[in-house]
């Protein structure tokens, strides 16, 4: 079977992955630092943004895959699918901006577990109607 909806999403988050790897190597080079963050608060800055979007985007696509080959409505794999991209972008720009709290940093956080937390169900729910 095929996974071209879990392919689509997964794509736009490593795409994502590779924008915030870059401004990691970006920040590494200006300020000649080439392991840890050496005290530079920005590098570690974008450290934390870029490895906060590859802790939750393993478990998000997984659920997501779980649930295309469990045959969930696609319009549902695109709504989880398109609120997982949403989530992470807003995440990723909010944390750019501000090291501490910010509206954008906070509602991707909130749109992330959510999504999570539906995914999650949905597929207990799938599982639970073959039983």
Known sequence: MLALIT???GSLIALLIIVTAFGVVKERRSSKIGLGAG???R????MRVHANLTEYAPISLLLLLFLELN???TLWLHV??????????VHVWGFSHSPGYSRGRF??????????VAMSL????LLLRTV
Do not use: W
């Open 107 to 116: 509602l991707g956080t909130l749109m992330t577990l959510l999504n999570l």
């Open 122 to 125: 949905t597929n207990v729910f």
């Open 39 to 41: 005290g530079n608060d």
């Open 80 to 89: 989880v699918g398109i609120t997982l991209v949403v989530a992470r972008v």
């Open 43 to 46: 590098l570690e800055q974008k």
């Open 71 to 73: 045959q969930a409505d």
């Open 7 to 9: 392919a689509l999403y």
